[in-house]
């Protein structure tokens, strides 16, 4: 066989990158390449022709392209500092590089060995991220910045991750950094078409309540929906949130680690009558939090741990129904979130009833129960009953936030997707001290931005 010129080039350059995985195993280059050229002077014995030579130069190349991606992706460090309150958090270069510094050391490697780094905030001028990493050093590594609203963190995870499986990185920095003001969030560029035109007509059609904030309306709304629907109670929502306070009390990085009551959360001051208190909202923070990934191989010649792998991970953004089929639940992400696990456990061959712990994307109280359903930790109608009954929690089927989630630990937009893993890998190599779920193998990740995106990450502790 006659591989093509960048087949070539590959094999040439990169004879021990993993290839494809063929009878059960990895293969690299070299052994790929040594295999179907057997196969080609076996064929040829056989008196194929040069035009047959072409066709199998092209399903080489086709197959290289579709499995290169299969190589396995390690969080061999993780980082992140407490989260506080806006104006009392440091500025955002110290933050970053105090999470970075951690997720190296973490790993055990300096910042001279990483070779691309996706940083990832909402709120900052053009290349923040740049200007973060020169605290940490100036290596001329590529530095590419991330923003995805809310997503942002678990973005730049993505594409870390991607860079890694792809072959064109073997170790990968993802931080994710926001330094915040307090209160609700705004629109920052009134002189252009916000992205979120489409989400405010909808709701404003389907629930009006054009005096709340567009965030609240839009997940406040969602939650609306599902009381609607199926008679889920105001006090469900505060059950949530009382069950966040409870594990973020464990937590020594949460922004707020009291222990609120149902009937505290029920006290607090209504946001939106009848839907929402204060205490279902989750507060403005400031923070960061690093992951390293890095392939398998860079980990073992590095000697660098690989406890923690990234099974599975997919994106996806809004579909046509999300405007279409006037479903609240749908403009708060329901629908990008039942895409991505499904692609999710697709691509790990489980289902839901595997996963042990779950870290997932509480902005609001309401926000979680959707998402029960929407991940399918419980069906469609039943989050109120998977509430009341336990299954959210130590003891149930599954142990949602155990950080304290987006309610108690805080959301620092652009940190909250890399905080989520930095838990998930605590929980998976089992060093979650008072947080700790038993024997936790699967840790799935949630994290949704409005606009929309919306990442769906699983972790198997090998």
Same mark, same amino acid.
């Given at each position: ?55 199998? $130069? ?86 590419? $910045?991330?923003?995805? $609203? ?14 890694? &499986? ?39 059609? /389907? ?7 567009? &965030? ?41 680690? $009291? ?11 209504? /946001? ?9 909202? @989750? ?29 599975? +991970? ?106 989520? @893993?930095?838990?998930?890998?605590? +929980? ?35």
């Amino acid at each position: 066989m006659y591989a093509t010129r960048s087949s070539h080039r590959a094999v040439r350059q990169y004879p021990e990158r993993i290839a494809a995985r063929l009878a059960g195993r990895a293969r690299c280059f070299r052994e790929f390449a040594n295999r179907v050229a057997q196969l080609a002077g076996a064929l040829q014995q056989l008196g194929m022709q040069e035009d047959d030579r072409v066709a199998m $130069n092209f399903l080489f190349n086709r197959f290289i392209a579709e499995h290169t991606m299969s190589r396995d992706v390690y969080v061999a460090g993780i980082g992140m500092i407490p989260f506080t309150k806006p104006g009392a958090n440091e500025p955002y270069p110290q933050m970053a590089a105090r999470a970075t510094t951690a997720a190296l050391a973490d790993a055990g490697i300096g910042y001279a060995q990483v070779q691309q780094c996706y940083v990832g905030y909402v709120y900052g001028d053009s290349t923040a991220g740049q200007r973060a990493l020169y605290n940490v050093g100036m290596t001329g590594v590529p530095v590419i $910045n991330v923003n995805n $609203n809310c997503s942002t963190g678990s973005t730049a995870l993505y594409l870390a991750r991607q860079a890694v &499986a792809s072959g064109a990185a073997e170790c990968v920095l993802a931080l994710g950094f926001e330094q915040m003001n307090p209160g609700a969030l705004g629109t920052i560029f009134k002189d252009r078409p916000s992205p979120f035109d489409h989400f405010d007509a909808i709701s404003e059609d /389907l629930v009006g309540a054009s005096d709340v904030p567009p &965030a609240l309306r839009y997940f406040g709304g969602a939650g609306l929906a599902h009381m609607r629907q199926y008679g889920t109670k105001l006090s469900t929502f505060a059950k949530i949130r009382a069950k966040a306070s409870r594990h973020a009390a464990n937590n020594p990085l949460a922004v707020f680690r $009291n222990v609120v009551t149902e009937d505290e959360v029920l006290a607090s001051p209504m /946001l939106w009558e009848g839907v929402m208190t204060r205490l279902m909202a @989750c507060p403005p923070t400031s923070g960061a939090a690093a992951a390293i990934v890095c392939s398998e191989q860079f980990a073992q010649k590095h000697g660098l741990n690989r406890e923690v792998k990234i099974a599975a +991970q997919a994106m996806t953004t809004d579909f046509a129904a999300t405007f279409e089929n006037r479903d609240m639940r749908l403009i708060a992400g329901a629908g990008m979130t039942q895409a991505a696990a499904r692609q999710v456990y697709e691509q790990a061959g489980i289902g839901p009833q595997d996963i042990d712990v779950v870290e997932l994307h509480d902005c609001f109280a309401h926000n979680e129960l959707l998402t029960y359903e929407a991940l399918g930790l419980c069906a469609e109608g039943e989050a109120e009953k998977f509430v009341v009954d336990g299954d959210n929690t130590y003891g149930g089927k599954f142990v949602t936030n155990p950080s304290g989630g987006l309610l108690s630990k805080g959301h620092p937009l652009g940190a909250t997707g890399i905080a989520q @893993c930095v838990e998930l890998v605590q +929980q998976l190599r089992g060093t979650a001290e008072a947080r700790q779920v038993p024997n936790a193998r699967l840790g799935l990740q949630h994290n949704v931005g409005l606009g929309g995106a919306c990442v769906v990450t699983l972790y198997e502790r090998v």
